[in-house]
């Protein structure tokens, strides 16, 4: 993780990629209502714009993720070059604060004729926010949760800082923020082209599929995916947020968010915050 302290050498084009892309999660307005959830058949199913109803439920998805907080999450990032970051903690959407534990894993040297072998690279605590994350060692013999273990970190033991454009950081600035107090404009999502993708089940529990709202200026039809969006949700019958995805240029492999509901025991801690 110390290569993640680079904050220059990225093109503009890709910042403001990036900063298209965490604009579009905040696009909403306070609307009222739900419509009742109705099932459809996947027998002939194909890509299609969002319904009414399934544009409600899009629209709920952020406001009931604030209002499960904190939320357990599982952030998973490639890299490039066969590394791969894994995220897991907890998000306040109240406070816009998080804290988890990362793992790096990735090729770490010959393995006589298997070629390299894959293991642990680094590993450690990280808390995030809207402005940045902090990285710190994970105490030894410390199995406690990750929040628990950072209360005993010093402010000085962290290594803080500002956000890059690294599929990592766009993911941990996407994850932050996707929690909002209110829902969003359900008509205002149906206008931007988000769409209906299929429905898949996870864990045991069917989800919708939908491509969120375009960027802004973003033209049908233009590129390999239609000018779809680049974040893909996964929401349940009631509006729950189960899965995001977020592509990224160049990289083949998605960003993916996981949400495992509410975890009423984590208390996040306040020393840490320190990321500006």
């Known amino acids: 993780m110390a290569r993640k302290r680079k904050t220059d050498g990225r093109t503009p084009r890709r910042a403001l990629w990036l900063r298209t892309l965490i604009a579009i999660t905040a696009c909403g307005v306070a609307v009222g209502g739900l419509a009742a959830y109705r099932t459809f058949s996947d ?21 009931n993720l604030y209002q499960a ?37 990735g090729a770490s040297g010959s393995s006589g004729t298997s070629g390299p072998a894959t293991g642990q690279l680094d590993h450690g605590l990280i808390v995030w926010d809207t402005g940045g994350l902090g990285l710190a060692p994970a ?7 990750a929040w628990q273990q950072a209360e005993h970190i010093p402010r000085s033991g962290w290594s803080a800082r ?3 454009t690294d599929p990592l950081d766009a993911g941990l600035q996407l994850l932050v923020g996707l929690g909002a107090d209110r829902p969003d404009n359900p008509l205002l999502l149906a206008q931007s082209g988000a769409r209906w993708l299929g429905r898949d089940r996870v864990d ?12 802004q200026g973003a033209v049908p039809s233009a590129g390999p995916d239609g000018g779809r969006s680049p974040l893909t949700y996964w929401v349940d019958g009631d509006g ?19 949400f495992s509901g509410r975890d ?4 996040l801690p306040e020393e840490p915050w320190a990321t500006s």
């Open 43 to 63: 027998d002939t199913a194909t890509e299609r714009p969002v319904t009414t109803e399934e544009a409600s439920r899009l629209a709920l998805s952020r406001l």
């Open 69 to 105: 907080s904190p939320v357990a999450v599982t952030l998973t990032a490639t890299e490039g070059g066969g590394v791969v970051v894994r995220v897991k903690g907890v998000v306040d959407y109240r406070t816009h604060r998080a804290v988890g534990s990362y793992q790096v894993t």
């Open 139 to 145: 105490p030894k013999g410390d199995n406690s949760p």
């Open 162 to 164: 500002s956000y890059t």
């Open 204 to 215: 045991g529990r069917s989800y919708d599929r939908f491509a969120g709202p375009r960027a």
């Open 240 to 258: 729950g947020l189960r899965r995001v995805t977020m592509r990224m240029p160049g990289l083949g492999t998605p960003t993916t968010l996981e």
């Open 264 to 267: 009423g025991r984590a208390k």
